[in-house]
């Protein structure tokens, strides 16, 4: 049981390009969501899914990108990179239920963007 | 909206001292509350939580109450480790708002032998 997993660990891109960062569970949970994480500013949500087929915007979408076409596989994608998105991103997942379950998180991307 | 706040840090103990950081929140449901912690260079991992006013959350000798009436949720240790050194963060999950977790800013803790 692999828990959440992400990669890459590190990535360095130029202004403009284009990347996905990858994130998979194999807990089956339904619920799998996207953070970044800014010194300071805690962690705050990008996107989120509720289930396979179904995302939807957090608190800071713009500039990324998300689908889920399986329970498994959640990977975001930044379309044109810029350096305000420089940060450490953090992949979570939990089971379906009242919202009082535990998040599992994956040990992050540290993106830079230069 | 939702919001957490936390006490700022960073936070610098004797090993063996206790420990508090406060927590508030604002809520327009009844959220569930959770403390997680993040050691360095690692992902986030769950420490405790509670689901209803009045539940006390523990682990590993940490502690906190869910305080309706003050809409609070601080955490407490009696004697700090030094291997509790780390990032500290308050959380809410309302499910009114899809169950979402909302971050405090989170508190840096160190611990000196």
């Known amino acids: 049981n692999a828990g959440v997993t992400q990669t890459p660990k590190f990535q360095v891109l130029k202004t403009g390009q284009s990347m996905t960062l990858q994130c998979a569970q194999d807990?089956?949970?339904?619920?799998m969501s996207w953070y970044r994480q800014d010194p300071g500013m805690g962690l705050r949500l990008i996107h989120y899914?509720?289930?396979?087929?179904?995302?939807d915007q957090g608190e800071v979408p713009n500039g990324y990108n998300v689908s889920r076409s399986t329970t498994e596989d959640f990977p975001l994608r930044l379309l044109s990179a810029a350096p305000s998105q420089t940060s450490v991103y953090f992949c979570?997942?939990?089971?379906?239920?009242?919202?009082?379950?535990?998040?599992?998180f994956g040990p992050g991307t540290r993106l830079t963007v230069t | 909206g939702n919001s957490v706040t936390q006490m700022e840090g960073p936070v610098t103990l004797s090993e063996e001292a206790f420990l508090t950081i406060n927590c508030t929140y604002t809520?327009?449901?009844?959220?569930?509350l959770f403390w997680y912690v993040q050691y360095p260079g690692e992902g986030l991992q769950l420490l405790l939580k509670?689901?209803?006013?009045?539940d006390k959350g523990s682990n590993k000798g940490f502690e906190a109450t869910y305080r309706k009436e003050t809409t609070s949720f601080h955490l407490e240790k009696g004697s700090v480790q030094v291997s509790d050194s780390a990032v500290y963060f308050c959380?809410?999950?309302?499910?009114?708002?899809?169950?979402?977790?909302?971050f405090g800013q989170g508190t840096e803790l160190s611990v000196k032998p």
């Open positions: 899914s509720v289930g396979a087929g179904i995302t």
């Open positions: 509670a689901t209803k006013a009045d």
């Open positions: 959380a809410l999950s309302d499910l009114s708002q899809g169950g979402k977790l909302i």
């Open positions: 809520a327009t449901g009844y959220p569930s």
């Open positions: 979570a997942s939990r089971g379906a239920g009242t919202g009082g379950e535990e998040q599992y």
């Open positions: 807990m089956n949970h339904e619920y």
